[in-house]
């Protein structure tokens, strides 16, 4: 099963701190880094947002381009198995939640595994991280508006007693979250990467991690 | 890349492409042919081996992965879910072609392994990924459904 | 009669002399001892060439049709054990070797397997085998024994005579090969079976394929073997226009790229290295030739087809007068796509250069003579050069017969085209499969029918437009007659039910998209458009769809009317059903055999979803029932994939869509209903069972839905539409 433990067992101050500190660099600054990572807006393009609570609900809206892409949201359902592809297909062959990952006998660990492999007889691959499973149930979010999610995610009862810095680590750090960005063959990525992603996330906690409204 | 690993119980050394699937290994070099090729992309679940004891389909497992692992095909299978699983396969005669039931069985044994009493839903979740284009899967579900109840009596 | 022919194996036959040979086969009970015993010692008792009978008291019987599912190997093992009075626990069975002259097929006289016929076809010859084999037995016991034959008993493999003397078929095996058969032994009568009919008997193959021992095409493996995969291409009559495999070339273990007809064949020392190979191989095509329109193109000019009176195929009365006259009239119009068999092996082929420079050949093979002929024309030797071993198969559903024999040339053309030295296994993938055509064709009907003012029946005209597969091939003169081939339109042409006006009529249309018979053949179409008409109009004209049907089947469809009787009773037919449940129903004669079925069926998420089939079959003499219970649900099982599921498309550019279990999707056991299958009493001759059990389930399926929803699904699959209950 996976839980925070993962992440807050490896858990960085130093890493933390060092996102933080680039996140504190603002849009004046002559090296600004690019506004725009690959379809995903980098926390600069929000510094001029004055309001803290404004500026911490834009940048969640942006992270949740991420999190409500295909590569994220098909492994966070709120009902019944993950999906497929960018249409968001149920998962073939159909597999359940079951004990959280996968059924007795039919384990995401079945087919997944550590890394991507390329299929040797048609284009496409097999997606694979360490460890390939379901977000849990509370974290499932499929059809769920941002500020939806943003409740959900902050809501210690829900996400696994994560605080906010284990999530800034999760969204920085974690295998299974980085493979958005590196799906393997036959997959679009997320946009943006995960450093980006992580920083927007520093950012929004920074600016005490209120939520958009709706 | 040489791999060492364990195949039914025997230490085996491989050297081949490190991006070779297992299915491959064991069909070509280690001349295991009771584990089928049906699709290669883990849709079919011909292919269906332990590693470690856990399901694994062999088709999309590399060789890199391997090292040091413990693998056990249809030829190795043993154990008294495995006995249970082939005797009621015995008794509802369930093969037809029969060129998927190496993974069905491999599949059931798992299944009986972790839940010794499944019920239909339970044996249709773990077998989901074994096709059968004979559809001998109302005798599969009842074989496995028989298994279990031995294995518990 | 005993016909004695030199059936060694450097026989070479023509299409001529393998029809001739089929002829003396139906008699052929007893063949010369010394002529097959094909890797027997000299202490083999072979009486016939289906009978090996060794001194460790083993019998062998020969398959002369290609086991890979549907149960021969146990069922004529049955018929011979039936006769020997052998004990089942001595009996194995394999497949007999390629030789026409001795396992050729009666009405084809090439030895194939199809139709269903392997039970119909054996069922005196194997009988007849098995007797013979027992009388000559005895005579050996008698002779040894001096006593009189007909003073011994024969029970569970043991000769026995009132003296107390006791032997075993073993200890006479050699003594029984100097004997002489003299007069035809009689067979049991049914009321002396053993093992005909049998409940408990079990099949003898199933423990081989619950260990992994089973051996198919793909197990094979020879030294120095090289492994092919095909690049083949994505559109129907495209060629090769050129192709680079520098980078092919490069893949570690990869030997050789050659071309050959149906493609650009990459072989390499193991089949990932095959793969990879043919994944970095770069194949211009020329599609200049090629079906470039999507697969709703095709249909269109199908449909349109349809609406036109075709070539007619049966009359009666005057159909045209009667829908002008007819009360109500109704029209439907049925559109079936394109369907791969995708049995769970691929198609695969081993060949290699024999000692004696001949080639001997491992495949699945179903059109055995076909395939024979044409590796030996394509290695430029004679069919006695070529040995031809027929091995089990992951599935065929009609796949491995080919009027072409294309799997055969395409491996006999790869190792010719690698020097004709080497050892060559070609495998298809399961893409190759999806893509690589042989369909079930597009076929379209059209159906008019019209009721009187009783709501009686008193038109009915159909209409079907599609394509053959047998027209240009040896199978033409056979299935194509008056420029209609019989596959399209049986169980059109001729239906149960006994109607004044009818008219059915047919349109071939030629394409380039290979196809081929799929599981049941025109009965997948044809059982869908008629009983789903059928079920249409006794509605509409306020009847019952099991009374309406029952009331309507002429005398000759005696048998349909007794499996259909016996399904509604079993079913419960016209009881109150839950809440979102309806029942339907069909009944199909397909393959001599008489089906009906009862669907339960609910509507979820948009879609079919079936309970419970119950189906009742008429098969005759039921050889093997557990088989025969096997058979109706694998037909089930298969036929309710297709219909909800299954069709390859092309899009734009006449390219396949589909190509894996993906995106063709195959029923998987979450989806299959639960089955009770009765078998009719009979002492009719047996029929087939491993295709009668499809064409049944569709209609039933179909016309429960038009229960729930008021429409019955007119074009195919099922989940193309949304449903709403």
Not at chain 1, 13 to 23: D, G, N, W, Y
Not at chain 2, 42 to 60: E, K, L, M, S, W
Request: charged letters at 20%; a negative charge.
């Amino acid at each position: 099963m996976r839980t925070l433990n993962i992440a807050g067992s490896t858990f960085s101050i130093a890493i933390i701190a060092a996102l933080l500190s680039a996140c504190g660099q603002g849009p004046s600054e002559p090296a600004a880094p690019a506004n725009d990572v690959n379809g995903l807006k980098t926390p600069a393009a929000f510094a001029d947002i004055a309001d803290d609570a404004d500026r911490a609900a834009a940048l969640f809206g942006e992270m949740s381009k991420v999190m409500l892409h295909p590569r994220c949201a098909n492994c966070h359902p709120r009902e019944g198995g993950p999906t497929q592809g960018d249409d968001m297909h149920p998962h073939s062959p159909p597999v359940v939640r079951g004990f959280g990952m996968g059924a007795a006998g039919m384990e995401c660990s079945t087919c997944h595994g550590p890394a991507n492999f390329a299929f040797a007889s048609m284009e496409g691959s097999i997606p694979g991280a360490v460890p390939w499973m379901l977000a849990p149930q509370s974290m499932g979010w499929v059809g769920a508006t941002p500020a939806e999610i943003c409740a959900q995610i902050k809501d210690t009862e829900r996400n696994g007693g994560r605080t906010l810095d284990d999530l800034v680590f999760h969204n920085s750090e974690d295998h299974l979250v980085n493979w958005a960005w590196h799906p393997g063959e036959g997959r679009a990525p997320a946009p943006g990467d995960q450093e980006t992603f992580g920083a927007l996330t520093a950012a929004w906690a920074q600016a005490g991690a209120h939520c958009p409204a709706g | 890349m040489a791999v060492t690993l364990k195949i039914n119980g025997e230490n085996r050394s491989v050297d081949a492409d490190d991006e070779t699937p297992l299915l491959w290994v064991l069909r070509d070099d280690l001349r295991l042919t009771g584990t089928k090729f049906g699709c290669g992309i883990a849709q079919c679940g011909a292919c269906t081996v332990h590693v470690n004891g856990q399901p694994r389909r062999a088709c999309v497992t590399p060789l890199s992965m391997l090292e040091g692992a413990d693998v056990t095909t249809i030829e190795g299978l043993e154990g008294r879910e495995a006995e249970a699983v082939r005797a009621a396969w015995a008794e509802y005669d369930t093969p037809q072609c029969g060129y998927c039931q190496s993974g069905q069985i491999m599949t059931a044994a798992a299944l009986l392994q972790r839940t010794p009493q499944p019920s239909d839903e339970e044996i249709d979740d773990a077998l989901a990924g074994n096709i059968c284009r004979c559809a001998t899967y109302v005798r599969i579900r009842k074989a496995v459904k028989a298994a279990g109840e031995k294995l518990e009596g | 009669m005993t016909l004695s022919r030199n059936s060694s194996s450097t026989i070479t036959a023509t299409r001529r002399d393998v029809l001739a040979g089929a002829a003396g086969l139906v008699v052929a009970v007893t063949l010369p001892v010394k002529s097959r015993a094909q890797g027997a010692g000299d202490a083999t008792f072979a009486p016939n060439a289906f009978i090996r009978v060794t001194p460790d008291n083993i019998i062998t019987v020969l398959s002369k049709h290609i086991e890979f599912g549907q149960g021969p190997l146990t069922g004529l093992a049955t018929l011979v054990a039936e006769e020997m009075d052998a004990d089942w626990a001595q009996i194995r069975a394999e497949h007999a070797p390629s030789n026409p002259a001795l396992y050729g097929h009666p009405d084809f006289g090439m030895q194939i397997t199809g139709g269903s016929a392997s039970i119909a076809t054996s069922y005196d010859v194997m009988r007849k085998a098995g007797a013979a084999a027992r009388a000559l037995l005895v005579a050996a016991a008698a002779k040894s024994w001096g006593v009189p034959a007909d003073e011994i008993t024969v029970a569970k493999g043991v000769l026995s005579h009132a003296s107390g003397k006791q032997g075993t078929f073993g200890d006479f095996a050699q003594a029984a090969a100097g004997e002489t058969l003299t007069g035809e032994p009689a067979l049991k009568s049914p009321d002396q079976f053993i093992y005909i009919g049998n409940e408990n008997l079990r099949k003898l193959d199933t423990a081989d394929k619950s260990t992994g021992a089973a051996v198919y095409t793909l197990d094979i493996f020879r030294d120095g073997m090289l492994t092919a995969v095909v690049a083949h291409p994505k559109r129907f009559g495209a060629t090769v226009a050129s192709f680079d495999d520098a980078a092919t070339r490069a893949v570690v273990g990869v030997v050789d790229v050659v071309q050959v007809s149906a493609g650009v064949a990459v072989l390499a020392e193991n089949t990932y290295a095959a793969l990879k190979g043919r994944k970095a191989l770069v194949v211009e095509w020329d599609d200049s030739a090629a079906e470039t329109r999507h697969t709703d193109a095709i249909l269109a000019e199908y449909e349109a087809a349809a609406k036109q009176r075709g070539v007619v195929a049966h009359q009666t009365g005057d159909a045209d007068g009667a829908l002008a006259g007819a009360e109500t009239v109704l029209e439907a119009e049925y559109l079936f796509p394109y369907l791969a068999h995708a049995p769970m092996e691929p198609l695969d082929a081993v060949i290699e250069r024999s000692a004696d420079g001949g080639v001997e050949a491992w495949l699945g093979s179903q059109g055995t003579t076909i395939d024979h002929q044409v590796i030996a024309g394509v290695c430029g030797l004679d069919m006695g050069q070529v040995k031809l071993n027929v091995m089990l198969a992951g599935g065929s559903f009609g796949r491995r017969a080919q009027p072409t024999s294309h799997l055969a040339q395409e491996a006999a053309e790869i190792f010719m085209a690698a020097g004709g030295d080497k050892p060559i296994k070609l495998m298809w993938t399961r893409e190759d499969d999806i893509r690589g055509g042989y369909y079930r064709p597009v076929t379209a009907h059209r159906l008019r029918g019209g009721l009187d003012a009783n709501g009686d029946i008193v038109a009915w005209e159909q209409t079907v437009a599609g394509q053959s597969f047998a027209a240009g091939t040896p199978f033409e003169p056979f299935m194509v007659q008056n420029g209609i081939d019989g596959t399209m339109i049986e169980g059109a042409s001729e239906t149960p039910y006994a109607m004044a006006n009818t008219v059915v009529s047919a349109h071939m249309i030629n394409n380039p998209v290979s196809t081929l018979w799929w599981r049941s053949v025109g009965h997948t179409h044809t059982g869908y458009a008629v009983e789903c008409f059928i079920d249409e109009l006794l509605d509409a004209g306020g009847k019952d769809a099991v009374a309406g049907r029952l009331a309507l089947m002429s005398d000759s469809y005696a048998r349909l009317a007794g499996t259909l009787r016996e399904v509604a009773d079993i079913a419960g037919w016209g009881r109150t059903m839950p809440e979102g449940r309806a029942l339907g129903v069909a009944s199909v004669k397909s393959f001599n055999s008489y089906v009906s079925q009862v669907a339960e069926v609910s509507i979820e998420d948009g879609a079919p979803r079936v309970h419970k089939v119950w189906c009742a079959v008429d098969c005759g003499v039921p050889v093997n029932p557990e088989v025969i219970r096997a058979q109706m649900e694998g037909g089930i099982g298969y036929a309710l994939s297709a219909i909800l599921f299954n069709e390859i498309t092309f899009d734009d550019s006449g390219a396949i869509e589909q190509s894996n279990f993906h995106d063709y999707r195959s029923l998987r056991i979450g989806e299959m209903p639960e089955i009770e299958v009765a078998i009719i009493k009979s002492s009719e001759a047996p029929t087939g069972v491993g295709e009668p059990g499809v064409p049944p389930l569709g209609p039933a399926v179909a016309n429960a839905v038009r229960k729930l929803t008021g429409k019955t699904p007119r074009r195919l699959p099922m989940i193309r539409n949304d449903y709403q209950a």
